[in-house]
T-cell receptor, first 113, second 116 residues
Framework: GENVEQHPSTLSVQEGDSAVIKCTYS??????FPWYKQELGKGPQLIID?????GEKKDQRIAVTLNKTAKHFSLHITETQPEDSAVYFC????????????FGEGTQLTVNP | KAGVTQTPRYLIKTRGQQVTLSCSPI?????VSWYQQTPGQGLQFLFE???????NKGNFPGRFSGRQFSNSRSEMNVSTLELGDSALYLC???????????????FGPGTRLTVL
């Protein structure tokens, strides 16, 4: 089955700096890669996603890049703010698996004011 | 539009008991998935229901089961509880099965189950 690895497990940055979180996946048939943000006491919330036919997608301060050949994808957050502090999860799924998501282990991002 | 609701939010049980958790999806959403979240194993897929049928199942023992009703509400049941079943159980809903930008999965706040 699919395996998703995520790095780093913790990331501390100064407000205004950029943060990068990286994930690799094993199943070459995976074609959908969402990123979720989970705040304390809440369920994960989708922040951005990318499909395998796209190399990069951007939404304001957040961007995701995908390298299908290397089977890795990354989340980039620019101009970080304290409210960006949360746990971030990458995930992967394939078309034949319905809504089933395989998640990475998570990254605890702390943005220091 | 109301989000995904899960009840109860917190639950304490003892080993050997059984438990039923409930999930009400966003209105109009017909696909419901369940995930277990633990510090050690992270987020793991349990199962997915669509049109009252289980479409996918993760690698969990048969003690974990679920069902979906005609109004798309879903329940999951865990029988013969073990200490290792202590976790946050998350429910997610989407319009249809399948991962896509137009078919975002929305997660509920979860049910925190503690097994003593």
């Amino acid at each position: 089955g699919e395996n998703v690895e995520q790095h780093p497990s913790t990331l501390s940055v100064q407000e205004g700096d950029s943060a990068v979180i990286k994930c690799t996946y094993s199943d070459s048939a995976s074609n959908y890669f969402p990123w979720y943000k989970q705040e304390l006491g809440k369920g994960p919330q989708l922040i951005i996603d990318i499909r395998s036919n796209v190399g990069e997608k951007k939404d304001q301060r957040i961007a995701v890049t995908l390298n299908k050949t290397a089977k890795h994808f990354s989340l980039h957050i620019t101009e970080t703010q304290p409210e960006d502090s949360a746990v971030y999860f990458c995930a992967a799924s394939r078309e034949t698996s319905g809504s089933r998501l395989t998640f990475g282990e998570g990254t605890q991002l702390t943005v220091n004011p | 539009k109301a989000g995904v609701t899960q009840t109860p939010r917190y639950l304490i049980k003892t080993r050997g008991q059984q438990v039923t958790l409930s999930c009400s999806p966003i209105s109009g959403h017909r696909s419901v998935s369940w995930y277990q979240q633990t510090p050690g194993q992270g987020l793991q897929f349990l199962f997915e229901y669509f049109s009252e049928t289980q479409r996918n199942k993760g690698n969990f023992p048969g003690r974990f089961s679920g069902r979906q009703f005609s109004n798309s509400r879903s329940e999951m049941n865990v029988s013969t509880l073990e200490l290792g079943d202590s976790a946050l159980y998350l429910c997610a809903s989407s319009l249809l099965p399948g991962g896509a930008s137009y078919n975002e999965q929305f997660f509920g706040p979860g049910t925190r189950l503690t097994v003593l």
